[in-house]
């Protein structure tokens, strides 16, 4: 097994806010998909890019009533080639930065985010 992990979904609140920070953090095309159904008429659903037959992760930002965003949950963490690219433009986004680019030894840095949601999120490099 080389990743356990292929498929993640952040939950949002108010879904075009939430699309355009991530737009906007991580300079990526988000794209819708129907997903209005039966059991969930009002969910939206917006893919980030990835290969989803691959062995990376990808995932969706998604807004359905019963699942609501918020801290304390599961933690994703983005790649990045440089922490501070994608901290420089959070704040104008609308998150928040909690916790600065931080030295975690032989396994890069790390840096942990609010996003417009009340959703945390990770940010990880090797420089």
């Not at 300079?27 to 659903?45: A, Q, V």
């Not at 062995?55 to 807004?63: E, H, R, T, V, Y």
């Not at 963490?77 to 609308?94: D, H, P, Q, T, W």
Request: hydrophobic share 35%; net charge negative.
């Amino acid at each position: 097994m080389k990743n356990v992990i292929n498929w993640f979904e952040i939950y949002t609140s108010d879904f075009n806010r939430a699309k355009k920070f991530y737009t906007e953090v991580f300079k990526c095309k988000l794209t819708d998909l129907p997903m209005g159904s039966d059991n969930h008429p009002e969910m939206e659903y917006a893919t980030f890019p990835g290969d989803q037959n691959g062995w990376g992760a990808s995932g969706a930002l998604a807004k359905m009533d019963m699942a609501k965003p918020g801290m304390g949950g599961t933690i994703v963490y983005f790649i990045s080639e440089e922490i501070n690219e994608e901290l420089s433009r959070v704040e104008a986004a609308g998150g928040k930065i909690i916790r600065s680019k931080q030295d975690i030894g032989d396994y890069g840095f790390i840096a942990l985010v609010e996003d417009t949601e009340g959703n945390m999120i990770g940010l990880h490099s090797m420089k």
